[in-house]
């Protein structure tokens, strides 16, 4: 009997069925007591387990099954009426299921099983299917017979055990049915349509067209991220491009949960569970091009957000002098990785380029008689060449286990996808002091900080300092469009924000992005990245050692040739490549505070400050006998705090510093501060709620803000909530010395 025969009938699964089903058996066998039992206790999922204890064939079982629930039997399955591109071969097989198309042109459902409800689900959301579909009942063997034996009927080789699909695999796939296309999880492919074949994507059903579309454009338009973000009355979907988020398309409410399903199903995530986050991935065959997905969900207020990164293979075969490093900074990073051993960092936020630069540098590194090994989470991309470890944390297999396991792999070169612990970086550490090269990234703002990140992640400064040789500081900046850039002049903001005029180059060839049709109206295409190099040299090291502060550190590497993040990006903009405004945008705002020799604070000034007037009697008596005015600073930033409270202190005021707002409190809960000086945007507690709290307290000590953020709101909001100044970042230290002891004037007052 083939489908083209089978009547369809109406079928609808309800949750009571399988209790029926069972209670439908129970009359049909005659049943041991002990029979009856086991049945009574069995859950869905381990019905074709009770074939043997009831004296049952698969076949025997599956008919009574279409029997109770009124549908049809179905003995075998055609491959030829098999529909690929509505659901994963992978998942197919798990659920032993297949989706058929009968002669009347219906979709129909083939599987053993019906009382699965999450294959219900998957049915539902994942199919794309315009109305329920037909379902028809064949047992488990009729249906792994496809995914067995049906490439073989068209000249292939079966595979009975992998759910990988090789080359052949997939062409012979795609034979079978030219319009659908093939998706699936880790090593297999998504395969969405050329424009060529679009004509041939109207027969999908309406989910499959719909996400085929968004990965499809995504490619095209060369996004590195899409967004599927559910809001409170639409779906938005948007593509991040150069760096920078763009809408793309709104897609109607109802449709959410089909969109959100199908792309779970595609990555293989369970589509059951909506309020844990998961993570899962697949690849995607676009204009015989592969690119890796990695699918990240998150529970959201109105449903679960989708991000879907689109990694290229490419990428992996990039070159050492494609990273845009200048010729200095080439010169020396080379000259590091060139080290027997010790560690080098790669740092920078999530984004900007660190992966690229790690392949690039194995690429340049790798060789015959190196043994090379990678532990990462995940492989980003296959390299020929090298040993790359999988992380799974499920197994134990975590970075610091598996850094254990390749120190007894006699490896030359070790990479580390990300030190995130206190563990792993110990052992990177020692790895590096005992004839090992390293190379690891962490996620810090520059260079120097990574020194700080070190520290408080518990490695001792001793150890800091005899393993790492090298830190690698990256960020991506867009480059200006040369269809339509024109010479230019930066805005005065960009300006003031770089460090002033003086700071740029006499012989500059600004541009000016404007906008075309060919960088879709932004005035940006592609990216380029900046660096910033510290070599860890004698003095540097000794400066480790003694915990000396990040502006210290950083001095001394600019006397031994480092050209900051801000720097490069200046030097980039100057060429006509980028923007000075995109430069100002990505670089760490922190390089303009940074100590200048005009920074510096002599013994007169310091006479001249609050402690001179003290001395000279020209306060209340309440100064004079308290003898010094006590700040609390409130500076997430460790480099700016550091600065802050250097220039406070020299200045002769006492400060006592905090890392956020509830650090603060408690310093105020055990001390009585004259003034308190404090960041807008803080970790755990922020500026404004602090002043509230302290109102609702009762405590009414002065607060000036300091804030990076532009705009006349916040600097309104603080002003109602009382603060008695409100500074904005960058400052000059005349200025904010000035402003701070004016808002100690009603200190001063008798």
Same mark, same amino acid.
């Given at each position: 009997?083939?489908?083209?025969?089978?009547?369809?009938? @109406?079928? &609808?699964?309800?949750?009571?069925?399988?209790?029926?089903? /069972?209670?439908?058996?129970?009359?049909?066998?005659?049943?041991?007591?002990?029979?009856?039992?086991?049945?009574? /206790?069995?859950?869905?999922?381990?019905?074709?387990?009770?074939?043997?204890?009831?004296?049952?064939?698969?076949?025997?079982?599956?008919?009574?099954?279409? *029997?109770s629930?009124?549908?049809?039997?179905l003995?075998?399955?055609?491959?030829?009426?098999?529909?690929?591109?509505?659901?994963?071969?992978?998942?197919?097989?798990?659920?032993?299921?297949?989706?058929? +198309?009968?002669?009347?042109?219906?979709t129909?459902?083939?599987?053993?099983?019906?009382?699965?409800?999450e294959?219900? =689900?998957?049915?539902?959301?994942?199919?794309?299917?315009?109305?329920?579909?037909?379902?028809?009942?064949?047992?488990?063997?009729?249906?792994?017979?496809?995914?067995?034996?049906? @490439?073989?009927?068209?000249? $292939?080789q079966?595979?009975?055990?992998?759910?990988?699909l090789?080359e052949?695999?997939?062409?012979?796939?795609?034979?079978?049915?030219p319009?659908?296309?093939?998706?699936a999880?880790?090593?297999?492919?998504?395969?969405?349509?050329?424009?060529?074949?679009?004509?041939?994507?109207?027969?999908?059903?309406p989910?499959?067209?719909?996400?085929?579309?968004?990965?499809?454009?995504?490619?095209?338009v060369?996004?590195?991220?899409?967004?599927?973000?559910?809001?409170?009355?639409?779906?938005?979907?948007?593509?991040?491009?150069?760096?920078?988020?763009?809408?793309?398309?709104?897609?109607?409410?109802?449709?959410?949960?089909?969109?959100?399903?199908?792309?779970?199903?595609?990555?293989?995530?369970?589509?059951?569970?909506?309020?844990?986050?998961?993570?899962g991935r697949?690849?995607?065959?676009?204009?015989?091009?592969?690119?890796?997905?990695?699918?990240?969900?998150? #529970?959201?207020?109105?449903?679960?957000?989708?991000?879907?990164?689109?990694? =290229?293979g490419?990428? $992996? +075969?990039?070159k050492?002098?494609?990273?845009?490093?200048?010729?200095?900074?080439?010169?020396?990073?080379?000259?590091?990785?060139?080290?027997?051993?010790?560690?080098?960092?790669?740092?920078?936020?999530?984004?900007?380029?660190?992966?690229?630069?790690?392949?690039?540098?194995?690429?340049?590194?790798?060789?015959?008689? /190196?043994?090379?090994?990678?532990?990462?989470?995940?492989?980003?991309?296959?390299?020929?060449?090298?040993?790359?470890?999988?992380?799974?944390?499920?197994?134990?297999?975590?970075f610091?286990?598996?850094?254990?396991?390749?120190? +007894?792999?006699? #490896?030359?070169?070790?990479?580390?996808?990300?030190?995130? =612990?206190?563990?792993?970086?110990?052992?990177?550490?020692?790895?590096?002091?005992?004839?090992?090269?390293?190379?690891?990234?962490l996620?810090?703002?520059?260079?120097?900080?990574?020194?700080?990140?070190?520290?408080?992640?518990?490695?001792?400064?001793?150890q800091?300092?005899a393993?790492?040789?090298g830190?690698? %500081?990256?960020?991506?900046?867009?480059?200006?469009?040369?269809?339509?850039?024109?010479?230019?002049? @930066?805005?005065?903001?960009?300006?003031?924000?770089?460090?002033?005029?003086?700071?740029?180059?006499?012989?500059?060839?600004?541009?000016?992005?404007?906008?075309?049709?060919?960088c879709?109206?932004?005035?940006?295409?592609? +990216?380029?990245?900046?660096?910033?190099?510290?070599?860890?040299?004698?003095?540097?090291?000794?400066?480790?050692?003694?915990?000396?502060? =990040?502006h210290?550190?950083?001095?001394?590497?600019?006397?031994?040739?480092?050209?900051?993040?801000?720097?490069?990006?200046?030097?980039?903009?100057?060429?006509?490549?980028?923007?000075?405004? *995109?430069?100002?945008?990505?670089?760490?705002?922190?390089?303009?505070?940074?100590?200048? #020799?005009?920074?510096?604070?002599?013994?007169?000034? $310091?006479?001249?400050?609050?402690?001179?007037?003290?001395?000279?009697?020209?306060?209340?008596?309440?100064?004079?006998?308290?003898?010094?005015?006590?700040?609390?600073?409130?500076?997430?930033?460790?480099?700016?705090?550091?600065?802050?409270k250097?220039?406070l202190?020299?200045?002769?005021? *006492?400060?006592?510093?905090?890392?956020?707002?509830? *650090?603060?409190?408690?310093?105020?809960?055990?001390?009585?501060?004259?003034?308190?000086? &404090?960041?807008?945007n803080?970790?755990?507690?922020?500026?404004?709620?602090?002043?509230?709290?302290? /109102?609702?307290?009762?405590?009414?000590? #002065?607060?000036?803000?300091?804030? %990076?953020?532009?705009?006349?709101?916040?600097?309104?909001?603080?002003?109602?909530?009382?603060?008695?100044?409100y500074?904005?970042?960058?400052?000059k230290?005349?200025?904010?010395?000035?402003?701070?002891e004016?808002?100690?004037?009603?200190?001063?007052?008798?």
């Amino acid at each position: 009997m083939s489908i083209d025969t089978v009547r369809l009938t @109406p079928g &609808s699964i309800k949750p009571n069925d399988f209790m029926q089903f /069972k209670q439908f058996l129970a009359a049909r066998l005659s049943l041991s007591p002990a029979q009856e039992a086991v049945l009574v /206790k069995t859950i869905p999922g381990k019905l074709y387990s009770l074939v043997e204890m009831l004296g049952l064939t698969d076949e025997r079982l599956a008919r009574y099954i279409a *029997e109770s629930l009124r549908l049809a039997y179905l003995p075998q399955v055609n491959p030829e009426t098999i529909l690929s591109g509505i659901l994963p071969p992978s998942f197919c097989r798990q659920n032993q299921v297949a989706v058929v +198309r009968h002669t009347t042109g219906e979709t129909v459902v083939v599987l053993s099983n019906p009382f699965n409800w999450e294959l219900q =689900d998957a049915l539902k959301y994942c199919s794309g299917l315009d109305q329920p579909p037909r379902l028809l009942i064949a047992e488990p063997a009729a249906i792994a017979a496809f995914f067995l034996h049906a @490439p073989t009927a068209v000249g $292939a080789q079966p595979s009975a055990e992998s759910d990988v699909l090789t080359e052949q695999d997939y062409d012979l796939l795609r034979e079978v049915n030219p319009e659908g296309s093939v998706e699936a999880d880790a090593e297999m492919d998504y395969e969405v349509l050329s424009e060529a074949q679009m004509s041939k994507l109207a027969k999908l059903p309406p989910i499959v067209r719909l996400v085929n579309m968004i990965l499809c454009e995504a490619v095209k338009v060369g996004a590195s991220d899409i967004h599927v973000e559910p809001q409170e009355d639409v779906l938005q979907i948007r593509y991040r491009i150069d760096g920078a988020l763009v809408d793309s398309m709104k897609v109607p409410k109802h449709l959410q949960p089909n969109v959100i399903s199908r792309l779970k199903i595609v990555a293989r995530l369970d589509i059951a569970e909506r309020r844990k986050p998961q993570d899962g991935r697949s690849r995607l065959k676009f204009d015989d091009r592969r690119i890796d997905l990695r699918v990240s969900t998150l #529970p959201a207020q109105f449903g679960e957000k989708v991000v879907i990164r689109l990694l =290229d293979g490419s990428t $992996a +075969r990039i070159k050492m002098d494609q990273l845009g490093l200048v010729p200095d900074t080439l010169v020396r990073y080379q000259r590091l990785l060139s080290s027997p051993q010790g560690m080098i960092l790669v740092t920078g936020p999530t984004g900007s380029g660190k992966t690229s630069t790690l392949y690039a540098s194995l690429n340049w590194l790798k060789s015959p008689t /190196k043994n090379i090994i990678t532990v990462e989470d995940p492989i980003e991309f296959q390299v020929q060449g090298l040993t790359q470890v999988q992380i799974d944390t499920k197994s134990g297999t975590t970075f610091a286990a598996g850094l254990r396991s390749i120190l +007894r792999q006699d #490896p030359n070169i070790i990479l580390v996808g990300e030190i995130r =612990d206190s563990e792993t970086a110990s052992l990177a550490l020692e790895a590096a002091q005992t004839g090992h090269l390293l190379l690891s990234t962490l996620h810090t703002n520059d260079s120097v900080a990574t020194i700080t990140r070190l520290l408080d992640l518990g490695i001792e400064p001793f150890q800091v300092a005899a393993s790492v040789i090298g830190i690698l %500081a990256q960020r991506l900046v867009r480059r200006i469009c040369l269809s339509c850039a024109i010479d230019g002049m @930066p805005s005065e903001d960009a300006i003031e924000k770089a460090g002033g005029r003086e700071r740029l180059p006499a012989d500059a060839r600004w541009k000016v992005s404007v906008g075309c049709a060919a960088c879709q109206q932004t005035g940006f295409k592609g +990216r380029m990245a900046i660096h910033e190099l510290l070599e860890v040299t004698e003095d540097i090291r000794d400066l480790i050692a003694q915990r000396a502060p =990040d502006h210290t550190i950083r001095e001394a590497a600019r006397k031994n040739g480092m050209q900051g993040l801000m720097e490069a990006g200046i030097a980039a903009a100057a060429q006509g490549l980028t923007t000075l405004e *995109e430069v100002v945008r990505v670089a760490p705002r922190e390089e303009s505070l940074m100590p200048n #020799p005009d920074w510096a604070v002599s013994n007169q000034e $310091a006479a001249s400050g609050w402690q001179g007037r003290i001395a000279a009697g020209s306060l209340s008596p309440k100064i004079r006998a308290k003898g010094v005015i006590s700040i609390l600073l409130l500076e997430d930033e460790p480099d700016t705090q550091e600065l802050l409270k250097l220039i406070l202190e020299k200045h002769g005021y *006492e400060v006592t510093a905090a890392g956020d707002g509830i *650090e603060g409190l408690l310093y105020m809960g055990k001390h009585t501060f004259d003034l308190i000086l &404090s960041d807008v945007n803080m970790p755990n507690l922020d500026g404004f709620k602090l002043i509230e709290m302290n /109102k609702q307290k009762g405590i009414t000590t #002065p607060v000036i803000f300091l804030t %990076a953020e532009s705009g006349e709101g916040s600097e309104q909001k603080c002003l109602e909530l009382g603060a008695v100044d409100y500074i904005k970042k960058p400052f000059k230290k005349e200025v904010l010395l000035l402003r701070v002891e004016r808002a100690c004037q009603r200190l001063a007052q008798p």
